[in-house]
């Protein structure tokens, strides 16, 4: 199993960039596709993008394709979100997770979760 932890969120104007980080501890954090999510006050979790194991294959939402990147380093144990041209509607806590089978859309394709790191865009 991993435990990821999130990190690198903060406050950013619109149109800025923020990196975000998730450490995954245990050693078979190769094993798994690692999706990012994200959730608005009073809004559902929604899935942001998505990387397979041996990142061969990316997806994303449409609201974020053409701005964010996900990335992932195997044997740093890390997967990376690289978000630019960050609107307001972005802002959002963004949870890193291990996906376990189905749809990479789906939050219930996920075991573990980390805690999240609060974006906030401002205009």
């Known amino acids: 199993q991993v435990q990821p932890v999130e990190s690198g969120g903060g406050l950013v104007q619109a149109g800025g960039s923020l990196r975000l980080s998730c450490a995954a501890s245990?050693?078979?954090?190769?094993?798994?596709?690692m999706g990012w999510f994200r959730q608005a006050p009073g809004k559902e979790r929604e899935f942001v993008a998505a990387?397979?194991?041996?990142?061969?294959?990316?997806y994303y939402a449409d609201s974020v394709k053409g701005r964010f990147t996900i990335s992932r380093d195997n044997a740093a144990n890390t997967v990376y979100l690289q978000m630019n041209t960050l609107k307001p509607e972005d802002t959002a806590v963004y949870y890193c997770?291990?996906?376990?089978?189905?749809?990479?859309?789906?939050?219930?394709?996920?075991?573990?979760w980390g805690q999240g790191t609060q974006v906030t865009v401002s205009s």
């Open positions: 997770a291990a996906h376990k089978s189905g749809s990479y859309y789906y939050p219930t394709s996920y075991d573990y």
């Open positions: 245990g050693r078979t954090f190769s094993s798994y596709a």
């Open positions: 990387v397979t194991r041996s990142y061969d294959n990316t």
